[in-house]
């Protein structure tokens, strides 16, 4: 689940989860559930879509950063592309 990297981006920029839940207009319980893993009925533990983006804009990162695609070493298909045109 991507709660953890919501929570790592959410107190690296300063948030605590009701001034994320005021940005956002998603209930503080709610950000609680999807940081815990424990979030939705009949266990979905991961949120929407939807959701993903709401909270992506709000701490102006990606959604790739926010769902931690690009975690590891491996570079991101930006740092691909500059390496491929010296950018």
Do not use: M
């Not at 804009?57 to 790739?64: F, Q, R, Y």
């Not at 769902?67 to 045109?85: K, Q, T, V």
């Amino acid at each position: 689940h991507w709660g953890h990297h919501l929570k790592r981006l959410r107190v690296d920029r300063g948030f605590s989860q009701q001034a994320l839940a005021d940005l956002t207009g998603v209930r503080q319980s709610h950000i609680s559930q999807l940081e815990r893993g424990t979030s939705g009925g009949g266990g979905h533990r991961n949120g929407s879509i939807r959701v993903a983006l709401i909270f992506a804009d709000a701490l102006g990162c990606t959604l790739d950063e926010l769902l931690g695609r690009y975690d590891d070493d491996r570079p991101s298909p930006i740092d691909l592309e500059r390496e491929d045109f010296d950018v």
